[in-house]
């Protein structure tokens, strides 16, 4: 069993930056393939980015692509989404999420059914 806890979130104007962090509790973890995710009040959970559980192979969604930067650091078993030049459209709830190997998650890495474990949410708020 894992569980996800992010921090990070807050209130930032537009080009600026902020870092997310997911801490995961649980050694499987390391084995895991992770992923944020965010959500408006009026949309559904929209991928952002998504990293196998080695941390070599990387996908993002084309709004964020250039911009934002998904990593891992195995020893601290915690993932991080490093967000720049941030622009008010990416104002939202961002959740971290974790898949098991079994679920086979980056076969498509924008289906969040392919990831089991949540965390509660960060909210990040871009505006003047």
């Known amino acids: 069993h894992v569980q996800l806890v992010e921090s990070g979130g807050g209130l930032v104007q537009p080009g600026g930056s902020l870092t997310l962090s997911c801490a995961a509790s649980?050694?499987?973890?390391?084995?895991?393939?992770m992923a944020w995710f965010r959500q408006t009040p009026s949309k559904e959970r929209d991928f952002v980015a998504a990293?196998?559980?080695?941390?070599?192979?990387?996908y993002y969604a084309d709004s964020v692509k250039g911009r934002f930067t998904i990593s891992r650091d195995i020893a601290k078993n915690s993932g991080m989404l490093q967000m720049n030049n941030l622009k008010p459209e990416d104002t939202a709830i961002y959740y971290c999420?974790?898949?098991?190997?079994?679920?086979?998650?980056?076969?498509?890495?924008?289906?969040?059914?392919?990831?089991?474990?949540w965390g509660q949410g960060t909210q990040v708020t871009v505006s003047l």
């Open positions: 990293i196998s559980f080695s941390g070599a192979t990387t």
């Open positions: 999420a974790a898949g098991s190997p079994s679920r086979n998650a980056l076969l498509t890495p924008s289906d969040y059914e392919g990831y089991e474990y």
């Open positions: 649980g050694r499987a973890f390391v084995s895991y393939a």
